[in-house]
């Protein structure tokens, strides 16, 4: 007896793509809703209270210097090897390639720009904010601090806030933001903050960065994800203009060029508009070929044409044939005998 085979979870995956030939009607978008909103404001004054704190040296400040005399790296140092690997993904060049290789590759499948768009938007974003803040606060890292206890801000460094922690939070949270459907969501979304929490840590186990650094790029990260919704319209009307140029760099391929007709040789030229003397007699236009010089007729000999009949075959080298002195060329009369003998 013939049973079918029960299909797997990669099987269903997998057919559901093939079910994917066009670019889906109503892709889900998400907008900048009431909740959004609070937790973008929230969010935002968040991040604003860590930084007045660190200015202000409180007793987050106190915090980081107890961490860093800790000293993590020496507690444990079995896990150092992992963690240095582990720390790569939140570096920017290693995560981009890898997030944008799977939105390219999902791009592909939906005839859709969106995925790569909301990534660039998104890193674009995250550069500005970040660095700005980092050169604009200047603070320094654990390993290059200056005195016992002060916060080291505005010393010429670049640390504040955590640029692994907030590039994780957001090349990892895109996937997230990109799901399209509520479960995917949520586990996308509590992989990320696994994720970008590892990666904030393994900072300060390592020594680079203080424990307020890793809290405030955890903020930095989460507002950038929070306001891609007010970046939407924008990003549709650049899809919307990069798939009107390649439709227009597809059709001047595919247009043929017109050839050039030449007019007939001898065809009166056009006249003016306007009465002259000049107009009442018909100008003859030019043949077309009249600019270029007359080529020579080299089929012809020199001299005057005789008929094939009557010219002798020659070759480089001469005649072939022997010399007949009795031989009569043709065309002339001889006289025969009427009778033979």
């Given amino acids: 007896m013939r049973t079918e085979r029960k299909l797997t979870r990669l099987d269903r995956v997998f057919a559901r793509l093939d079910r994917e030939p066009e670019r889906p009607a109503h892709i889900d978008v998400p907008r900048m809703s009431r909740h959004r909103v609070v937790l973008f404001a929230s969010t935002l004054a968040f991040y604003l209270a860590i930084v007045w704190a660190v200015v202000i040296t409180s007793w987050l400040v106190r915090l980081d210097w107890q961490v860093m005399f800790f000293r993590p790296y020496q507690q444990w140092p079995e896990i150092h090897a992992f963690l240095d690997y582990y720390v790569v993904l939140g570096q920017r060049g290693p995560t981009a390639v890898m997030v944008a290789a799977w939105l390219g590759w999902r791009s592909w499948r939906q005839h859709t720009l969106r995925p790569l768009l909301v990534l660039g938007a998104s890193l674009l974003l995250l550069n500005v904010t970040v660095g700005a803040a980092k050169i604009g606060m200047g603070r320094l ?179 072939r044939r022997p010399p007949q002195t009795d031989r009569v060329t043709r065309g002339t009369a001889s006289a025969r005998p009427l009778t033979g003998g």
């Fill in 141 to 319: 890292g654990p390993h290059y601090a200056t005195s016992v206890g002060s916060n080291e801000m505005w010393l010429g460094g670049d640390i504040f806030p955590s640029g692994h922690t907030a590039n994780a939070v957001v090349t990892w949270g895109i996937l997230a933001y990109l799901a399209s459907t509520p479960w995917a969501r949520r586990w996308l979304s509590a992989l990320s903050a696994v994720v970008s929490l590892g990666v904030g840590l393994t900072t300060v186990y390592l020594g680079t960065h203080w424990l307020s650094d890793v809290v405030l790029g955890w903020a930095a990260g989460l507002l950038i994800l929070l306001a891609l919704p007010w970046c939407e319209p924008l990003i549709a009307r650049a899809e919307t203009v990069l798939f009107d140029l390649r439709d227009a760099w597809r059709d001047r391929l595919r247009r043929p060029v017109p050839s050039a007709v030449p007019e007939p040789v001898g065809a009166p030229a056009a006249r003016p508009l306007g009465g002259g003397a000049g107009d009442r007699e018909p100008s003859v236009r030019e043949p077309v070929a009249a600019s270029r010089p007359p080529r020579p007729q080299g089929f012809l000999a020199p001299g005057p044409h005789t008929a094939r009949s009557e010219r002798t075959p020659v070759t480089p080298v001469g005649s």
